[in-house]
């Protein structure tokens, strides 16, 4: 992993890297290993997209647009913007 102001950057065997879906499959944030994300809400593909770090189990936002958002990793489930998003769209066992 490569250090960036007291963050990391994750690589590809970074267990935060990959996709995150909503139980109902809407929101869909695919964590790439650069350090950047991919959002797709419902039938709209790269509705958002941005740059990420992730400090621990917390995870900041920056989007393209300018806005800012974070979540937390809790239990193996990301908890963003008062959504919950679960590894491929798998619940954890």
Request: a negative charge; proline letters at 4%; hydrophobic letters at 30%.
């Amino acid at each position: 992993m490569t250090m960036i102001r007291n963050t990391t950057l994750p690589d590809q065997a970074h267990p935060y890297v990959g996709m995150w879906i909503t139980a109902d499959g809407r929101i869909r944030h695919n964590l790439l290993p650069n350090g950047r994300y991919d959002e797709a809400r419902g039938r709209r593909e790269s509705a958002y997209q941005g740059r990420y770090e992730v400090r621990g189990n917390h995870i900041d936002y920056w989007d393209d647009t300018g806005f800012t958002a974070d979540g937390d990793f809790i239990d193996g489930v990301l908890h963003h913007a008062g959504m919950i998003l679960h590894r491929d769209g798998k619940k954890p066992d």
